[in-house]
């Protein structure tokens, strides 16, 4: 440990001191795991009966089918956040200012929603009210619980990376677009070619942590009963008794497993490029791999 | 507007539970935040490692997983019966907890080490220089992440509506289960949420205007 705010280095009667932290400190953590095992062991959580429904390949498979669903809604609203991300971005960083307005009205609104209200909005048929009765256009659009979800995790996830991209594109030295007029490069060439491929990549950190974020929402869709890998364990536990007993521990032991692994590797990716972006030497600084922080500003 | 003015009681209802999950929630985080912060930043090693694995699970973690956690785990270890509010604010305040922490921690690692050791030096106690130099400090850094969690927090808030909690989801769920236009529900409840949402960051800027120096 080294020197600290909080702290001098410790003496031999800090050191002393710091021991017996340590032996109560350990006794205390591992006090309340164990008094949780007890508890949830006299309620027969971990009786093997209960342990046994993963060895039964219908589970297995419906936990398989629940983790594709999840990633595949994750992919979709990754990819298509992304992509209306870039047009978000451009389009408020834009000269023309109906069009700057546009986009800064639309992210700063959705951004603002809980993604929530947006997803349960878009699987009763918004879009249909907004097809049929605002606009009166014929026929209709159905939106099914899966592109309730993509879309709405695509329009919230667009708005903040769309703000991260912003703030990356202001983060690029102004010498570059600079000399990239002086060249005589045109607005959407110094614009694709210059800024964005910059801004990107001193970004990526953040846009990770945010497709971390991303993966977490998918989870959403269990309140709007779309069979992904959260739902999936509500199904499992809800249609099997094991002496009269349903098993819900066991399944979200497993299920939250799953889900913290698959974080976890993705967080772990966006810290890793973080420092092998310090360690470069670009002049391009990364940024923290963090989630955006979300402000109230319209 | 109709439907604003018909169901105003329901709206209240729902803007009230909002505001509720989200004070009870927040607070909750706060204290368990600075708990896990002085964990993380304490010179005990085991105590350093539980708030780094507290704040690196939590993180990972959906909130919707959380909520399952809390309404079909944490009701076996307790004790049966624990009311869908009590749960609901738990597992806000324990998601929220580890994101708060971490801005605390980095908040501290703001104040330059010069500071402490100034304050040392000048003969303050320990207590005297965590109040008088180290504390202020780290709070000026913090509040900006802070509001920008809470926001968060409120926006967090509305899972719990879909547990059995009366809030501004819930009222969204009831009044289109009634079968009225979506887009009407949908843009009183958007104006809800800007309401806290805005009234929480200008709230957060008169402090930061209050405790501002000249550095």
Not at chain 1, 81 to 95: E, K, P
Not at chain 2, 36 to 54: D, E, K, Q
Not at chain 2, 137 to 164: D, E, H, M, W, Y
């Amino acid at each position: 440990m080294s020197a600290s705010v909080l702290y001098d280095a410790p003496g031999p009667k800090a050191r002393a001191r710091n021991v017996v932290y340590t032996v109560f400190g350990s006794l205390l953590v591992l006090g309340i795991l164990a008094v949780i095992v007890w508890r949830l062991d006299s309620q027969g959580q971990f009786n093997p009966k209960m342990w046994d429904i993963f060895n039964y390949s219908g589970i297995r498979q419906n936990i398989l089918d629940g983790l594709l669903a999840t990633l595949k809604v994750f992919a979709l609203a990754g990819l298509f956040s992304l992509l209306f991300s870039v047009v978000l971005a451009v389009g408020r960083l834009s000269d023309h200012k109906p069009v700057s307005w546009l986009c800064t009205g639309f992210i700063e609104v959705f951004r603002s929603v809980p993604l929530l209200i947006t997803i349960f909005a878009l699987w009763i048929g918004i879009l249909d009210n907004l097809w049929s009765d605002v606009f009166h256009l014929p026929g209709s659009i159905s939106v099914n619980p899966m592109w309730a979800l993509v879309l709405g995790l695509t329009i919230y996830n667009a708005c903040v990376q769309a703000e991260v991209l912003r703030a990356g594109v202001n983060s690029v030295p102004k010498g570059q677009a600079e000399a990239a007029y002086a060249l005589g490069m045109r607005k959407t060439q110094v614009m694709t070619t210059i800024l964005l491929p910059q801004a990107i990549r001193a970004m990526l950190p953040s846009i990770i942590s945010q497709l971390v974020v991303t993966l977490k929402d998918t989870s959403l869709g269990y309140i709007i009963l779309f069979p992904e890998l959260l739902q999936t364990a509500r199904l499992i536990s809800s249609n099997t008794t094991i002496d009269g007993d349903y098993p819900y521990v066991p399944t979200i032991i497993v299920i939250g497993a799953i889900y913290i692994a698959l974080c976890l590797a993705l967080s772990s990716l966006a810290n890793w490029i973080e420092r092998r972006g310090r360690r470069g030497k670009t002049g391009i600084t990364p940024a923290k791999a963090e989630e955006p922080a979300e402000e109230a500003t319209v | 507007m109709n439907v604003l003015l018909d169901h105003l009681d329901l709206f209240r209802d729902g803007f009230l539970g909002t505001l509720a999950l989200t004070g009870a929630s927040a607070l909750i985080s706060l204290v368990l935040g600075i708990l896990i912060a002085g964990c993380r930043v304490s010179p005990v090693p085991p105590l350093r490692a539980f708030g780094t694995a507290w704040v690196t699970l939590l993180r990972n973690t959906p909130l919707t997983l959380l909520f399952l956690v809390a309404f079909f785990v944490v009701p076996q270890v307790l004790f049966p019966g624990i009311n869908s509010f009590v749960l609901a604010i738990c597992a806000l305040g324990v998601y929220t907890s580890s994101f708060i922490c971490e801005a605390i921690r980095s908040g501290i690692g703001t104040v330059a080490l010069g500071q402490a050791e100034a304050a040392r030096s000048i003969g303050m106690t320990f207590m005297q220089s965590l109040r008088i130099v180290v504390l202020p400090q780290a709070t000026r850094a913090v509040l900006p992440p802070l509001s920008s969690l809470l926001i968060a927090l409120t926006k967090n808030s509305a899972i719990a509506g879909g547990f059995n909690n009366v809030d501004l989801f819930n009222i969204q769920k009831t009044l289109s289960n009634d079968g009225f236009n979506i887009l009407v529900i949908f843009f009183w409840i958007t104006l809800a949420y800007l309401i806290i949402t805005f009234a929480i960051s200008g709230i957060f800027r008169l402090l930061e205007r209050r405790l501002e120096v000249a550095r």
